[in-house]
């Protein structure tokens, strides 16, 4: 029997997401229905929570999903096909997959080139439109990744902050013997120190104030950590920095610890900074950024099925759906001690 109704977690304003009973979405033609196994809680879900709204689109739908607020947050899912619409022959229902859930228009310059992140009409499900902070999410079906019996659903729910740190440690281009540094140790900071160790570097360091993020980033592969990027030994400086704060200060803090002619990788995400560009010039650093991912699941499904690696070795925390503000949002606000907090929503070990 085809279910009606869900309950999912519905921002309405900032500091105003509710958690109530909704209709399920039948899949139009092109278009997938889940049952949401796990949902992440993102740093940006956190943002719009907190001070929102940031990306999602209020009055005005955004173009692609044609949804504006209110709509349910989670971008961060995976689950199991229950529904396709007219159209869909890669999937069936009882698939396992992993949702990407970046929206694409398919026609634009960047789109034909491949480049799909960076879409004309680039956006979320989940916070551009409605996403997986439910029980059920209907999608369009060229977000779906069909995963193998060895990749676990609890795996898969990681593969969206996974896929942004495997898109960045790419565009970094780290070379083999290089030293990467890593400032900030959030689920992205930790996949990209994880991620880096595997890349071929020769060494990999990192930094936080958590003494707990710091642990973890040593059990993924980071050969030193410390409080702050000057307390690691990177000789004239690191060849590759991540900085996977936010701040001005940071990405100042990555410069200064990044040798001449080396790159920084600027991941967090902030207003506007200012550099000293004569610094910058002198020392012929690159400043790269990075946003999303593309053709990046496939490549962590075969990491996970055919190599062992275990991405979810992030997730501190698993909760229900009722309690996601209570034990998600506010919790997290709180600086309570966690790195990645996934939602169940059907409230039961799938």
Not at 217 to 241: K, M, N, P, S
Not at 267 to 291: H, K, P, Y
């Amino acid at each position: 029997m085809t279910r009606t109704r869900m309950t999912a977690a519905v921002w309405y304003a900032a500091k105003d997401v509710r958690v109530e009973r909704v209709p399920v979405r039948p899949p139009e033609p092109g278009e997938v229905t889940i049952e949401v196994a796990y949902c992440g809680i993102c740093g940006s879900d956190l943002h719009e929570y907190a001070d929102g709204p940031h990306a999602v689109p209020v009055g005005t739908p955004h173009p692609e999903s044609g949804v504006a607020a209110p709509l349910v947050l989670g971008h961060e899912f995976c689950g199991t096909v229950t529904e396709v619409g007219d159209g869909v022959t890669d999937v069936v229902p009882g698939d396992r997959v992993a949702v990407e859930p970046h929206y694409r228009c398919g026609r634009c310059p960047r789109c034909l080139a491949g480049e799909y992140n960076i879409c004309r009409h680039f956006g979320f499900a989940g916070l551009m439109g409605h996403g997986g902070l439910a029980e059920r999410a209907t999608v369009p079906a060229y977000m779906l990744h069909r995963l193998p019996e060895s990749v676990s659903l609890e795996q898969a729910a990681v593969f969206e902050p996974a896929a942004v740190a495997l898109h960045a440690v790419r565009r970094a281009g780290i070379r083999p013997g290089e030293i990467v540094a890593v400032l900030g140790l959030g689920p992205i900071g930790l996949l990209v120190t994880q991620l880096a160790a595997r890349s071929g570097a020769g060494r990999v360091v990192a930094a936080d104030r958590s003494a707990t993020r710091r642990a973890l980033a040593e059990r993924l592969g980071a050969a030193e950590t410390a409080t702050d990027l000057a307390g690691l030994a990177v000789g004239e400086g690191a060849d590759v920095t991540f900085e996977a704060v936010g701040s001005e200060g940071t990405l100042r803090a990555c410069l200064a610890a990044t040798r001449r002619g080396g790159r920084v990788m600027f991941l967090g995400l902030t207003g506007t900074v200012r550099l000293d560009a004569f610094a910058l010039v002198n020392n012929e650093q690159t400043v790269m950024t990075s946003v999303g991912y593309r053709h990046a699941y496939p490549e962590l499904i075969r990491m996970v099925a055919e190599e062992g690696v275990d991405l979810a070795g992030i997730v501190t925390s698993v909760i229900p759906l009722e309690r996601v503000v209570r034990d998600g949002f506010e919790a997290l606000l709180r600086g309570e001690e966690q790195v990645k907090v996934l939602v169940r929503p059907g409230g039961r070990r799938p």
